[in-house]
């Protein structure tokens, strides 16, 4: 599908979600805050929350210029949003950005932590300071996004975190990786335990090989072709893909899922 396309068919559901609801300003909207949501499946869950009528507040690590893309196209099609740089794993630069939110659009409904880092290689040859990074993104990360997440969220909100179907998978040299997304499906009933009577759901998704940059790189064509082929769809995800499960954990057609790891893989495992 050319941009043109695209964008005239997020300006056509972005429509439809508007008149549906009866929004007319940010007041009115779910606002969902977005880590990672410069590029890969955080780019396109911001898009497919956008094209829902959620105004998106865009948190990115380094790529300002693509961050600007994404919210550039959030705007054309119709949306509202916010770009905002931050450190997931820093607990007051991630406060900040709530706080940001909050003052430019009322509250917060949906937050997805689509951040994260992956390190392949085999235990024994691990870098234990790349370790410290993986789960300084992955575990420290998640954890500060939650626990902003568990404060703010109004009543009928959704905290949407990330894991991996290679735990189901046990691939070699992913070790570190899925140890770090262990914990945090291990995080994932508890927190939703824990917010007994807020009406707000937590969730994880726990994609399969998905198209993205962090998966591809350093992978040649034979092994992407062999990985395509593991699933019974016989392809690797999309983004997008992934997207449209996160659209329905975060708004109020999946809230009676709770506590879940959703494995969306194309039955891989």
């Known amino acids: 599908m050319s941009t043109e396309n695209t964008t005239a068919a997020s300006q056509r559901t972005l429509s439809e979600a508007t008149a549906a609801t009866g929004a007319s300003g940010p007041a009115q909207r779910r606002v969902a805050i977005v880590t990672g949501a410069s590029r890969g499946i955080g780019r396109a869950v911001a898009l497919r929350l956008a094209a829902d009528g959620h105004a998106v507040v865009i948190v990115y690590a380094g790529r300002t210029d693509l961050a600007e893309q ?19 794993a820093d607990e007051k630069a991630m406060a ?32 234990l300071t790349d370790l410290d990074e993986l789960h300084r993104t992955n575990i420290r990360g998640t954890f500060v996004v939650a626990q902003q997440a568990a404060r703010r969220l109004r009543p009928g909100g959704a905290l949407v975190t990330f894991s991996t179907s290679v735990l189901g998978t046990s691939f070699p040299t992913y070790g570190a990786y899925v140890a770090s997304k262990g914990a945090v499906e291990a995080l994932t ?33 034979e092994l992407i072709a062999h990985l395509a082929a593991q699933a019974p ?24 899922v709770n506590g879940q790891v959703l494995r969306a893989n194309g039955g891989l495992v």
Not at 97 to 126: C, H, I, S, Y
Not at 233 to 254: K, M, N, S, Y
């Open 189 to 221: 009933l508890v927190l939703a335990r824990e917010l007994r009577g807020r009406d707000v759901t937590v969730n994880t998704v726990a994609p399969g090989p998905t198209a993205t940059d962090l998966f591809l790189d350093g992978k040649d064509d």
């Open 233 to 256: 769809l016989e392809r690797l995800g999309t983004p997008e893909d992934i997207a449209e499960v996160v659209a329905f954990l975060a708004g109020p057609a999946g809230h009676w």
């Open 96 to 127: 900040a950005v709530f706080d940001q939110t909050e003052r430019r659009f009322g509250g917060v409904d949906a937050v997805v932590n689509a951040a994260g880092r992956m390190t392949l290689a085999p235990l024994v040859d691990l870098d």
């Open 70 to 88: 994404v919210l550039a196209e959030i705007e054309a099609a119709g949306g509202q949003g916010l770009a905002v740089q931050a450190d997931i």
